[in-house]
T-cell receptor, first 112, second 116 residues
Framework: GEDVEQSLFLSVREGDSSVINCTYT??????LYWYKQEPGAGLQLLTY?????DMKQDQRLTVLLNKKDKHLSLRIADTQTGDSAIYFC????????????FGTGTRLTVIP | NAGVTQTPKFQVLKTGQSMTLQCAQD?????MYWYRQDPGMGLRLIYY???????DKGEVPNGYNVSRLNKREFSLRLESAAPSQTSVYFC???????????????FGSGTRLTVV
């Protein structure tokens, strides 16, 4: 399957910005997504970006896509303790099987 | 509340026992999925159903079977549970927009399965 890679852990201080990174191998992906998983819960869609876009901003969230380097990032401004969770990037394709390919997830810990 | 409902939330099985994980969605989505989540490995697709009446294998189908009972329900069966199947299982559904590859999944809250 497609390889989607993320760092496993990230710690930041409350109020700082968090940047969670993701790299993928298949450049034909059409949409890329960020999901958030809080403890004991399912995954919640945070945001997504179409592959012909470079950037998408939604309140405290900024998604950057570098197609040349196959690199996706999620920046969370003014990180709060409630942002502590596991963040997954994922990609989908216009052809092939109907499913998402997920990264390994990054556990974000916000230190008060 | 609209969404994806999974039952049970927790289960302990002995090796060799069988069980069925239930999933139902009330959003009229065509596509449904079963994933397992293991530490450090992200989510891996077990089986999916692109539409009512069809099912296909995902990345890790061995030891599992599925049934798309109707548009709402998609069950996952373990015929003879093994300790390697200890995991958290998530069901998801999606309304696939024709002509695009947008898959905004809605996830259930998961089933935590332990096989001893």
């Amino acid at each position: 399957g497609e390889d989607v890679e993320q760092s496993l852990f990230l710690s930041v201080r409350e109020g700082d910005s968090s940047v969670i990174n993701c790299t993928y191998t298949d450049s034909s992906s059409t949409y890329l997504y960020w999901y958030k998983q809080e403890p004991g819960a399912g995954l919640q869609l945070l945001t997504y970006i179409f592959s012909n876009m470079d950037m998408k901003q939604d309140q405290r969230l900024t998604v950057l896509l570098n197609k040349k380097d196959k690199h996706l990032s999620l920046r969370i401004a003014d990180t709060q303790t409630g942002d502590s969770a596991i963040y997954f990037c994922a990609e989908s394709f216009q052809t092939g099987a109907n499913n998402l390919f997920f990264g390994t997830g990054t556990r974000l810990t916000v230190i008060p | 509340n609209a969404g994806v409902t999974q039952t049970p939330k927790f289960q302990v099985l002995k090796t060799g026992q069988s069980m069925t994980l239930q999933c139902a969605q009330d959003m009229n989505h065509n596509s449904m999925y079963w994933y397992r989540q293991d530490p450090g490995m992200g989510l891996r697709l077990i089986y999916y159903s692109a539409s009512e009446g069809t099912t296909d294998k995902g990345e890790v189908p061995n030891g599992y079977n599925v049934s798309r009972l109707n548009k709402r329900e998609f069950s996952l069966r373990l015929e003879s549970a093994a300790p390697s199947q200890t995991s958290v299982y998530f069901c998801a559904s999606s309304a696939v927009t024709p002509g695009t590859a947008y898959y905004g999944y809605t996830f259930g809250s998961g089933t935590r399965l332990t096989v001893v």
